[in-house]
């Protein structure tokens, strides 16, 4: 933890406007089940494909989320910082981690276990829309992201035809003389 320490009440102020609506009750079993962990620049918290047994909202810091392609690079999706949380899919759908999860600068966390998040889930279906309600907006994002992507690339392909055009023409105006 690197000398970090967050009571039970901090740690339910601090998700208090988070998860907003949540009962008392509620907001105090989540801040006993959550841990404080601290993360240094460059380290991985979640990896790609790795079973997914919590959701972490970060304190302090910032993270990279990165996708695995086909060719085993990696794809940049985005980052968040103080105030957003990760690894809500793997969770819900109970399964692995789409992404890999990297701490940029010094990163403080807060862990939930599966269990105790998906109980007061299921007691709580406004946190499910609010949840549902980021992972849309994340989805949008990386459409945006992706449509981007797909642009620079035909545009550089449109340039590389152009070239290619210029050079045919070059060599057939050769040929002619």
């Given amino acids: 933890m690197n000398g970090i320490f967050l009571s039970d009440e901090e740690i339910k102020e601090f998700l208090r406007p988070i998860l907003f609506g949540l009962s008392e009750e509620d907001l105090d079993e989540l801040a006993q089940a959550a841990v404080v962990r601290?993360?240094?620049?460059?380290t991985t918290i979640c990896?790609?494909?790795?079973p997914g047994h919590a959701i972490y909202f970060i304190v302090h810091g910032r993270v990279e989320i990165t996708k695995r392609l086909d060719d085993e690079s990696e794809r940049y999706?985005?980052?968040?910082?103080?105030?957003?949380?990760?690894?809500?899919m793997a969770i819900i759908q109970e399964g692995v981690r789409t992404a890999t999860v990297r701490a940029v600068e010094p990163t403080t966390?807060?862990?939930i276990d599966?269990?105790?998040?998906l109980k007061v889930l299921g007691r709580s279906p406004s946190l499910g829309i609010r949840i549902l309600v980021r992972l849309t907006s994340r989805l949008r994002d990386a459409d945006r992201?992706?449509?981007a992507e797909l642009r620079r690339a035909?545009?550089?392909?449109?340039?590389?035809?152009?070239?290619?055009?210029?050079?045919?023409r070059t060599k057939s105006d050769f040929m002619r003389v």
């Fill in 38 to 42: 601290f993360f240094t620049p460059g």
């Fill in 47 to 50: 990896q790609e494909g790795e």
């Fill in 114 to 117: 599966r269990a105790p998040f």
């Fill in 77 to 88: 999706l985005h980052d968040v910082g103080p105030g957003e949380h990760f690894g809500e």
């Fill in 145 to 147: 992201q992706a449509i």
């Fill in 154 to 168: 035909n545009e550089e392909l449109r340039r590389a035809l152009q070239h290619l055009e210029r050079l045919d």
């Fill in 109 to 111: 966390v807060l862990e």
